[in-house]
């Protein structure tokens, strides 16, 4: 079966001064994958994401998103942010956080209205945050945080998804209800990409994987590529993981 | 002058009013702005940019001759704004960290206005008295012109405010996620700069270049303490702001040769203090006071699940205990027996207790109630 390709990445280096922080990526994200990207810290994983989503500005390289540049398809793409990227003392409250998702698609000016907050709330309880939704957001926990970071790209009802680490820093409950949902928006046909650190989990959860040190290792199906020998290529050291089949 | 006599005379007397107007707005119109430049954690920008200011207004009055306020003013906004994005440009092209920039910015700018002021000050010109008025400000020289000047301003800032709300709010919260969603963060950044740049050069005349910054700060600082809704904070910023000038102004016109600048500054560091201490869910006192009661509670909750362990030994759980096992127990205290009476949860027969089946039930759940209070 021929898949589309969803995100296709050309040639993309990214340096912060001399030192390049991606060299040369070519990447291509088949269509209705939930995908890992895996690396050693510093290997560029974050940058990545930031690169392909025109929040950094990359030395060289393009982005196309189904088959036509990135900033045309802006609206086809949700990005989840890595959880300490932003001040949780702001005065704002979960659902104010969430309607943030419906900026986008409201443009300039434009305030949201009864539409964008009934589509908030709905999120809110896909991530089983409706109870919350008043909590002033400093006052919720690391994994409450990040399913309203979670429920602010899933009002977006974008094609494909980006997140940064969604799984750093929460419990097993919110783990699982996180990958519950990734896996659901899977079956919905979405394409998830996500920056991933726990390599016994990535069977478990993926099934598409990028190996990604500076440079793109290996990309494919996480039952064929996601062995020893790339392992030890990616993290430059025999790491022995037990893939369960 | 007394202060009962300020406000009688406020409404009639036109310098009076003129500078209590001037002083209500420009509290008004920073007080907003500042709250912004609080969340950004940009507070010392404010700092930055009015000390940028002063080699603008020297040089304008260089060039044209003249005192005209509006004339030094607009000199006052150019190199203010030359200031501003040579910090910006430093940040973005060096690996200098935001506060070093400023630093920096503030005091080659300082520094340099200072050399021209004293250059000023040695030229045979009768006409350059008076330009050092811009360091610490000076109220009593706000005429009407002024005033209108500095609502036109807050007028705009509060239109830009309610039109582009939701891009500044995203903005402050989530710069790369604004980014993502299509918008030109660097639009809304430069909007928003320029309005404080405004503001800050509109209050030189008022409060002067040094204190300008506390102006900006002190009112967004306060309001914070009282709430958790941005709307809410920028209007409260703005209220603090305009009442700060106007007992500024009040303060420094009853007690003759106050200079109006500093008294501002003080009143609005008052509004500080207090909303730093009297705050409900922020402040110091109440964050005491739930500390005391909080370790009370505890106290009294270790009591009560010794006694439940105590009551589990037997079938009866009401039955009666002497009150001496008490005394190994470390939490337990008269008082603590005393409290757990009042609440239903043990009942005392000469110098006996026993649990209540309520307190037997309330100890049993102690910790899952504590669960559920944290959700």
């Known amino acids: 079966m021929e898949q589309k390709i969803a995100v296709k990445v050309d040639d993309l280096t990214v340096a912060y001064n001399y030192k390049p922080v ?33 929040i950094l500005n990359p030395i060289a390289g393009s982005v196309s998103i189904y088959d036509k540049p990135y900033k045309k398809q802006r609206q086809l793409v949700a990005y989840v942010p890595q959880k300490g990227s932003v001040d949780w003392d702001f005065p704002t409250t979960a659902l104010d956080v969430v309607m943030m998702g419906t900026y986008g698609s409201l443009g300039w000016i434009k305030r949201p209205g009864q539409k964008q907050k009934k589509a908030a709330l709905e999120a809110l309880e896909k991530v089983g945050m409706l109870p919350f939704k008043n909590r002033q957001i400093s006052q919720l926990s690391g994994g409450q945080q990040q399913r309203i970071f979670l429920a602010r790209a899933l009002v977006q009802n974008a094609s494909i998804y980006f997140m940064d680490e969604p799984f750093q820093g929460v419990d097993a409950t919110t783990e699982i209800a996180i990958i519950n949902i990734l896996k659901e928006l899977r079956k919905a046909g979405k394409t998830v990409i996500v920056v991933h650190h726990d390599l016994q989990t990535v069977p478990e959860y993926f099934d598409w994987v990028t190996f990604l040190n500076v440079k793109k290792i290996a990309t494919g199906p996480v039952k064929d590529i996601f062995n020893d020998d790339n392992l030890t290529k990616t993290y430059g050291i025999n790491y022995k993981v037990s893939i369960q089949e | 002058m007394d202060l009962k006599e300020y406000f009688s005379l406020v409404f009639n007397d036109y310098t009076l009013r003129t500078i209590t107007l001037g002083t209500a707005i420009l509290g008004a119109v920073t007080g907003m702005l500042g709250s912004f ?62 506060d070093t920039a400023l630093g920096l910015i503030l005091s080659l700018f300082f520094g340099f206005g200072m050399l021209l002021l004293t250059f000023i000050q040695k030229q045979p010109n009768a006409n350059q008295a008076g330009l050092d008025k811009y360091l610490f400000g ?35 919260f989530d710069a790369d996620y604004t980014k993502t969603l299509g918008f030109n963060t660097k639009t809304i950044d430069i ?21 300008m910054s506390a102006m900006l700060l ?23 702001g305009a009442f700060s000038g106007v007992f500024g102004t009040a303060i420094s016109a ?69 009150i001496k096992i008490l005394n190994n127990f470390q939490g337990y205290t008269k008082g603590t027996l005393k409290k757990l009476v009042d609440k239903g949860f043990v009942q005392l027969q000469g110098n006996m ?15 899952n109630q504590q669960t559920d209070s944290n959700e």
């Open chain 2, 254 to 322: 009853s007690q003759n040769n106050l200079s109006t600048g500093p008294v501002i500054v003080l009143v609005a560091a008052v509004f500080v203090v207090f909303s730093f201490i009297f705050s409900p869910s922020r402040g110091l006192l109440f964050k005491q006071i739930r500390f005391i009661k909080n370790r009370r509670d505890l106290e009294l909750n270790k009591t009560l699940a010794f006694m439940h362990q105590i009551a589990e030994t037997h079938e009866d759980i009401s039955h009666p205990h002497t």
């Open chain 2, 191 to 211: 909007l928003i700069t320029s309005f404080i740049v405004l503001a800050i050069v509109l209050g030189l005349q008022t409060v002067g270049v040094v204190l």
């Open chain 2, 218 to 240: 002190a009112p967004a600082a306060a309001a914070r303490q009282w709430t958790n809704s941005l709307a809410k904070m920028v209007f409260l910023a703005a209220i603090f």
């Open chain 2, 138 to 172: 000076q109220a009593a020289t706000l005429v009407e012109s002024d005033v209108w000047l500095m609502a036109i301003v807050t007028g705009l800032c509060v239109l830009v405010l309610l039109l582009f709300w939701k891009e500044f709010k995203i903005l402050l």
């Open chain 2, 353 to 367: 207790w026993s649990l209540t089946k309520l307190g037997y039930t309330t100890a049993a759940n102690l910790y």
């Open chain 2, 37 to 98: 430049a609080v969340l950004r954690k940009q507070s010392l920008l404010g700092d930055a940019i009015s000390h940028a200011a002063l080699p603008g207004i020297a040089i304008a009055f260089l060039i044209t001759g003249t005192k005209d306020t509006n004339i030094l003013l607009l000199g006052a906004l150019v190199s203010g704004l030359i200031g501003t994005f040579w910090i910006r440009g430093i940040v973005k092209k060096t690996h200098l960290k935001s």
């Open chain 1, 22 to 54: 991606l060299w040369d990526i070519d990447l291509e994200i088949p269509e209705g994958v939930l995908m890992a990207i895996v690396g050693p810290n510093g290997a560029g994983k974050s940058t990545l994401i930031k690169s392909i989503l025109g």
